[in-house]
């Protein structure tokens, strides 16, 4: 069982940057992928990033490469998503999430990021 709590959301403007954090229990972070989400209102929940056990690998939506980087502390059991030139379009709630290999078994509760123009 992992709980994650996410944290470090807020108002920001346009070409600003925020830093996500989750924070995650559990002895077994290490073995999890990591990905961060998101849902706009009205959206469809979406992928944003994902950073595999080892931090090795990365991936993320064509929408925000060059600006988010995902990353981790596996000693501190803490995923990180800095926020970079953000953009109006960024405005969502953001999710925190833990999966083994198939799908994502675990969520956070969410935290809003609102950027205004």
């Known amino acids: 069982q992992v709980q994650l709590v996410e944290s470090g959301g807020g108002l920001v403007q346009a070409g600003g940057s925020l830093r996500l954090s989750c924070a995650a229990s559990?002895?077994?972070?290490?073995?999890?992928?990591m990905g961060w989400f998101r849902q706009a209102p009205g959206k469809e929940r979406e992928f944003v990033a994902s950073v595999n056990w080892s931090a090795s690998r990365t991936y993320y939506t064509d929408s925000v490469k060059g600006r988010f980087t995902i990353s981790r502390d596996n000693a501190g059991n803490t995923v990180y998503l800095q926020m970079n030139s953000l953009k109006p379009e960024d405005t969502a709630v953001y999710y925190c999430a833990a999966g083994s290999g198939v799908g994502y078994n675990y969520w956070g509760q969410g935290t809003q990021v609102t950027v205004s123009s």
């Open positions: 559990g002895r077994t972070f290490s073995r999890y992928v």
